[in-house]
């Protein structure tokens, strides 16, 4: 009986080991394909995910900003307009949090798409900038084609927004948060309107940031 | 016998004194409660949990003194909402827009009000709809 229970200690014990090793890890999100590929003349499947396409946009200082901006980067984006009276105060007083909390770290950015690029001028992004408490390059304001900034949202960031007069403020948009890792690959959907679900992804981004340096240096 | 009556008159008394004091707290709770839900459905977006507000953006509703200055505006404020005016809440300027309730009841903007004039660190008692029907006719 006594040796029993020292088994079970033991089994006991080593699991939890084994749970100590394992780092969480954050899933691959958005559509994906296999495709067949010759590796060697051996036949694989291999996996390809979907991945954020580039695009060009301006930023509240006037600059162009390309997916090459971003490159080596983490990356939050989300979609607002500065005239929002109904989720867009939520969601950004909760990116205030992630900002702060990154605003040091060269490896990560956000970005936030204006939908409503007539109004959102780059000078009247920036005077939202301004207001908002935000400087430096770790926080930008996109501005840009309206047509690319929906297709955006839509079919890659794969969150909705449209216009829609009937609505307060003119826009249907949800608030998510999308994580997208250093591979333009998609990481995460947080509710940006939600203060629990943005303390996750910024503990989220942490364990981002540890798996991409651990690649790094192997 | 006697006893009897002296205890039950004495209970009736107590239930009196006890019933006529809470009436007016009781209003209060129930204005304040109802306010609470107000709130978090239309203000609470742009205000805060807390009232606290957002940057330079939103005015934070913990002004003390704005608000009991103010008093008789607020119900024109949360009815016609608040376009480019400047606001200045503890020594710094707002401006902005708020949005308009226009269909919002005198009894709901009462409650609403009675809410954040009693939450985050505010004092200023029940804001009755009588008192809310009067200032809203002063609105220009």
């Known amino acids: ?218 | 016998m006697k006893f009897k009556v002296i205890v039950f008159t004495a209970i009736m008394l107590c239930v009196i004194i006890v019933s006529c004091q809470s009436d007016a707290e009781q209003e209060f709770k129930r204005y304040y409660t109802g306010g609470a839900v107000i709130y978090k459905d239309k203000c609470q977006n742009c205000h805060g949990n807390n009232g606290e507000g957002l940057s330079a953006m939103i005015p934070p509703l913990t002004d003390t003194a704005y608000l009991k200055k103010k008093r008789t505006v607020l119900s024109c404020l949360v009815k016609y909402g608040i376009k480019e005016t400047i606001v200045t809440i503890n020594g710094k300027a707002y401006e902005g827009t708020m949005p308009a309730n226009v269909d919002m009841p005198p009894i709901e903007i009462a409650k609403v009000l009675t809410y954040i004039g009693n939450s985050f660190g505010n004092k200023m008692g029940t804001i009755a709809v009588e008192e809310v029907n009067s200032n809203l006719e002063k609105c220009n």
Not at chain 1, 102 to 128: E, G, L, Q, R
């Open chain 1, 1 to 218: 009986m006594r040796r029993l229970a020292v088994y079970v200690l033991l089994a006991a014990a080593l699991t939890a080991c084994k749970f100590n090793s394992d780092k969480p890890a954050l899933p691959i999100m958005g559509n994906r394909e296999a495709v067949t590929k010759t590796v060697n003349g051996k036949q694989v499947i291999d996996t390809v995910y979907q991945t954020i396409p580039d695009f060009k946009f301006v930023n509240q200082y006037g600059d162009t900003i390309t997916q090459k901006s971003l490159k080596g980067d983490i990356y939050v984006a989300d979609f607002f307009f500065t005239t929002c009276p109904s989720i867009c105060p939520v969601m950004h007083r909760n990116m205030l949090n992630v900002y702060k909390e990154f605003k040091n770290v060269p490896d990560f950015k956000i970005i936030s798409h204006t939908i409503d690029p007539k109004h959102d001028s780059v000078a009247v992004m920036k005077k939202y900038a301004d207001k908002l408490g935000i400087s430096g390059n770790s926080w930008w304001l996109l501005q840009g084609n309206k047509e690319d900034t929906y297709n955006l949202g839509q079919k890659n960031y794969l969150v909705a927004v449209k216009q829609d007069d009937g609505t307060p403020g003119g826009y249907v948009h949800q608030g998510w948060f999308v994580l997208v890792d250093k591979k333009s690959r998609i990481r995460g959907y947080y509710d940006g309107t939600d203060e629990k679900q943005v303390a996750k992804m910024i503990a989220d981004i942490k364990i981002l940031r540890a798996e991409v340096n651990t690649e790094i240096a192997q």
